[in-house]
């Protein structure tokens, strides 16, 4: 690891060389959270994003972990999706299935994705009935400070804007308090039509991974950790505060390079 650290009121920063090493470190972390979680509580509640998230997890199909971790005990969801056919390029649902899913024992029942025949505003609500089935049974935690389910893990990643699963800036989901679930159909990155957990769900989960990778995520990157006087509304980046969970950056080089105090020399 390049550079290691705890911010002070921001979470773990994991520093890598390269997207190599990211990617070991990701799937450590993934396969400890997992042991520690089937050990707790009998399962593991993960919930996925889109974008480059999913190659960066690809060595979690591969010796030793896909041979190691309890994959029987994982149930998936996402923190956000496209409202698209399960079969379309676009589907975060498809993506997963590809490049994760499809590759390692998952149970087919215990995957857990929108009903791509709805509307995004109908897909949003049925999502959270089936998230709220799961939490009484208890498959997913709850919160003890609010109604809120307690992911195992959240995976995020983050766009050069700042925005996180379908949280993008200035957009009034961001304020969606009494949902779990909520839908936009004026995304400003393709595809337009998402549905998305709300800021209250990710805050109560019980560990939160933002994954950023690249030059072009620097600015936003440092505006999300470091303490920068604000002459915007916050990015949505910087609104992920788990109340009582653990919150850890996975960025490489690049993407850290505008941090305060992290200058690397090629
Ligand atoms: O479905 C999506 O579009 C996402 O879930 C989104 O939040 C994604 O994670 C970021 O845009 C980062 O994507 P990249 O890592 O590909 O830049």
């Given amino acids: 690891m390049a550079l290691s650290g705890v911010h002070k009121d921001r979470g773990e920063l994991r520093i890598h060389e390269s997207l190599d090493e990211l990617g070991t470190d990701l799937a450590d972390y993934v396969a400890e959270l997992s042991e520690a979680s089937v050990k707790e509580r009998g399962v593991f509640a993960i919930a996925l994003s889109g974008g480059s998230l999913i190659g960066l997890m690809g060595k979690l199909c591969e010796a030793p972990y896909n041979k190691t971790v309890d994959w029987t005990k994982w149930y998936i969801f996402w923190a956000d999706e496209r409202v698209v056919a399960k079969n379309h ?37 049925e999502y959270e009935f089936d998230i709220r089935q799961l939490v009484k049974t208890r498959t997913i935690g ?11 893990l959240i995976l995020l990643g983050m766009g050069p804007d700042g925005h996180v699963a379908s949280l993008f800036p200035s957009q009034s989901v961001l304020d969606a308090n009494d949902e779990w679930v909520t839908f936009i159909t004026d995304s400003p990155k393709p595809p337009p039509e ?17 994954v950023v990778a690249g ?27 788990p109340t009582k969970g653990k919150l850890v950056w996975f960025l490489d080089k690049s993407a850290a390079s505008k941090l305060d105090g992290y200058q690397f020399s090629e």
Avoid: W
């Avoid at 649902?93 to 709805?118: E, Q, W």
């Avoid at 998402?194 to 933002?210: D, E, G, K, W, Y």
């Fill in 89 to 125: 390029a676009d589907s975060n649902y498809k993506l997963a299935k590809d490049g994760l899913l499809s590759k390692v024992p998952i149970v087919p029942s215990h995957v857990h994705s929108i009903n791509d025949s709805l509307s995004a505003e109908e897909a949003a609500n």
């Fill in 142 to 152: 709850v919160s003890d400070i609010s109604d809120c389910p307690k992911f195992d």
């Fill in 194 to 210: 998402r549905i998305t957990f709300t800021l209250p769900v990710i805050n109560s989960a019980s560990n939160v991974a933002v």
């Fill in 215 to 241: 030059e072009d995520k620097a600015e936003a990157v440092h505006l999300a950790i470091d303490d920068v006087v604000p002459d915007c509304p916050p990015l949505p980046a910087r609104m992920v505060q």
